[in-house]
DNA sequence: TTCAGTGCAAACAGTTTGCACCGAG
DNA sequence: CTCGGTGCAAACTGTTTGCACTGAA
């Protein structure tokens, strides 16, 4: 598995795009994508449904819709769409990556994952004990959370600055 | 990968353990488990600088202390262990479990990563924005963090029930 | 002595890479 | 027409499983 937290830095969107195909595909052309099928599937399903979704899940849903399309194309692009600030990937400790569509309202936000089915939810709020207690409220039970920091520290950063 | 929330109900600790061998040791007997060298050596290393850990890191560890011990006896006993309550699963995104000592002081904490060096720190905090906050004045920058909540939703609380 | 613990080989799952062909611009 | 996109096969990484041997109790 990839990190998935490196390509944060790239992110980069063009123009003040929503939750349209059409600036999806806007998006694409000025990230220097080509606009082809296989392509416009995915941002259709990732646009209309937003995610989060497995490799898997996108690519059953493209056949679903009558496209069909290698796992492996499915990752190539994801990978693009994340570059390209597009989407956001996901990871639930549950040895699969997943990505939902990043742009218009689903800017920062948290999940709530069933232990026992998967099910998402999407959670607004980020003031941790609050939450654990929405969650509860949310009819959730043994409620608990996953919290980790990230950043570049002192050491790497005067590396990096020696390094330029 | 396992999914590593699911131990946490199993999670049961034997008398009030704190950091020493001879403790974590009294644990394994009473979780049904022989003291063997492998253990105890994972133990020890486990008490003394308590991780996060990957595997391979503990192998290395291993080896510098004379041990050796093929891979796959850590993951099994690093399952172990975590069964038995005395050591914390974690997973930092990058592909690879972590193993931490999760008695004595080592209870809930969270962890600032550095993503350039991998390098790892522990906070005892969790009130997230404060918590952003307090990393940037740690010194780390393009601090980011991952936060997701997991519980038990209604509708598969209402199916165990059925089902007991 | 007995069964849990271990090592080795092989299976597995998710993901990535190499290469030849195809199709968007 | 060209080069990026795609499919297929194969490699790779972290982890798990099967099985026979070994050693703790």
Known sequence: MSQPHNHKQHGQ???????????ALENLKASGLKTTRTRKALLTILVREH?????????????????????????????????AGMVRSCDFGDGSARFEWALGEHAHHHHIICQQCRKIEEL???VVEELEQLVSKRGYSQVSHRLEFYGICTACQLQANKTR
Request: hydrophobic share 30%; charged share 20%; net charge negative.
């Open 13 to 23: 969107v063009h123009g003040h795009a929503h939750g349209t195909i059409e600036e």
């Open 51 to 83: 995610g989060p979704f497995t490799i898997e899940e996108l690519q059953q849903r493209l056949e679903a819709g009558g496209s069909t399309c290698d796992i492996v194309t499915i990752y190539r692009n994801m990978t693009n769409f994340v570059d």
């Open 124 to 126: 607004e709020l980020c």
